[in-house]
C-alpha cells in the first residue's frame, strides 16, 4: 500500500459520515434506537455503534454492560428516565454532566457521542496536514489500519536505516494516530521498524509522544508546523534508538524464561499474549539477548489488535532504553537482566 491509496481509503470512509450538536433531554430511544429532531434518519432512528453506546452510557452515569444485555424495551425505559434527570444527579450517579452531546454517525449508525466541547480533527484533516510534510521524502509505507473507532498509520524512511545485525536492519520510522470519536488523541510517535519481520517498536520520551493533540482547543492552522515539528524531531529520536537497539544485541538475558514471566506481570499481560512471546522468542537467533527478547514483544505486537499493539510495542521499548529516569522501568530493566528475574545471591 502507498500513501495514495491510504488517501483513497481515508476518502472512502467519509461516505455518509455526519454530525449533530443536540441538547440530551431530546435525544430519546425507541426500540434501541436513537431519535432527535432534525435527524435525517427517515424514521427509522440511529442504531448505537458498541463503542458509542459505552460513551453514552458513561455520560449518563448507567453501566454500559449491563445496558447493553438488557433487552430493548428496558433499555428504552432506561435510557429516557436517565437522559431525563437533572445534570447535578447524573454527576452524582457518575455521568460527566453537559446538556448537550455531539452525535457523530455514519449512515444510520451512531459512531460517537461526545461532549459539546469536542473539535473536529478528522483523518482527512490529518492527511492533508501530513502530505506536504512529508513530500518528497521518500517515505513508505508499513501499517495503515483503519476502523470505526481509530486509524494507525506507520510510514518509514529507508534512507535512514543501520544494521543491528548481519542481514538486519533497522529503519526510523514515524507513528501516526487518530481517532474521529474520542478513543485517543492525535499522536505521532518515534518508532523503529525491523526489516526481517516487519515488527515494530515504539518510542517516546519521558512518556510523552512527539505531539500529542487532544480533540479540544484544537490550534487550526497552527497544527501543520506543529506536526512538522513533531516528525522531524521523532526521525532524530528513532535514529539515537537504533543505537541503543544495536547495543542490546550485546546484553544477555540470564534467564529468558523466567524475564517473560516476569513482563507478563509487570505489565499484565494476558496468559495468550505471554505465550506469543515465547513462541516469538523460538524465532530468534540470539535468544539469550535483550535483542531478541524485545524482539519477541514486537512480534507478539502483530497478533493483538492494532491498538494492543501500539501499546505493547510501546512497553517494549523502556527495556531498551538505558536512559530513562523513570524508577519503575529501571527496576523492570534489572530484573530482566540479573538472574533469577532481579533474586541477587
Not at 467519509?14 to 434501541?32: F, N, P, R, W, Y
Request: overall charge neutral; hydrophobic content about 40%; some cysteine.
Amino acid at each position: 500500500m502507498n500513501l495514495d491509496e491510504v488517501c483513497d481509503r481515508v476518502s472512502a470512509d467519509d461516505a455518509g459520515k455526519h454530525d449533530h450538536l443536540v441538547a440530551i433531554h431530546e435525544v430519546s430511544m425507541q426500540h434501541g434506537r436513537l431519535y432527535w429532531p432534525g435527524a435525517d434518519d427517515d424514521g427509522f432512528g440511529f442504531a448505537l455503534s458498541p463503542w458509542a453506546m459505552g460513551q453514552a452510557c458513561t455520560k449518563l452515569g448507567m453501566p454500559a454492560a449491563y445496558f447493553g444485555r438488557c433487552p430493548k424495551e428496558l433499555q428504552d425505559t432506561q435510557w429516557n428516565f436517565w437522559k431525563g434527570i437533572p445534570e447535578e444527579l447524573r454527576k452524582k450517579a457518575g455521568g460527566d454532566g453537559g446538556q448537550q452531546w455531539t452525535i457523530r454517525a455514519k449512515n444510520s449508525e451512531v459512531r460517537g457521542v461526545l461532549s459539546a466541547r469536542y473539535e473536529k480533527l478528522d483523518n482527512r484533516q490529518l492527511l492533508n496536514a501530513l502530505l506536504p510534510a512529508i513530500a518528497g521524502s521518500g517515505h513508505e509505507v508499513k501499517l495503515f489500519d483503519l476502523t470505526s473507532e481509530s486509524l494507525h498509520l506507520r510510514l518509514i524512511d529507508p534512507r535512514m536505516s543501520r544494521l543491528a545485525l548481519p542481514g538486519d536492519p533497522l529503519i526510523v520510522a514515524i507513528h501516526i494516530a487518530n481517532s474521529e470519536v474520542g478513543l485517543r488523541a492525535v499522536t505521532v510517535d518515534a518508532c523503529i521498524f525491523r526489516e526481517v519481520c516487519t515488527n515494530g517498536m515504539v518510542r517516546k520520551i519521558a512518556g510523552r509522544s512527539m505531539l500529542k493533540q487532544r480533540h479540544i482547543h484544537v490550534v487550526g492552522e497552527q497544527f501543520v508546523p506543529l506536526l512538522q515539528d513533531a516528525i522531524a524531531q521523532a526521525r532524530l529520536v528513532a535514529a539515537a534508538f537504533i543505537e541503543q537497539m544495536i547495543l542490546s544485541t550485546k546484553t544477555i538475558v540470564p534467564d529468558p524464561a523466567r524475564a517473560i514471566e516476569v513482563l507478563a506481570d509487570a505489565w499484565k499481560l494476558s496468559k495468550q499474549t505471554a505465550e506469543y512471546i515465547k513462541f516469538g522468542l523460538y524465532g530468534e537467533t540470539h535468544q539469550d539477548t535483550l535483542y531478541g527478547l524485545v524482539n519477541a514483544v514486537t512480534n507478539a505486537a502483530q497478533r493483538l489488535s492494532v491498538e494492543g499493539r501500539y501499546e505493547l510495542e510501546t512497553l517494549a521499548s523502556v527495556l531498551i532504553d538505558t536512559t530513562s529516569e523513570s524508577r519503575a522501568d529501571q527496576a523492570l530493566r534489572t530484573r530482566i537482566l540479573s538472574p533469577k528475574g532481579g533474586l541477587l545471591v
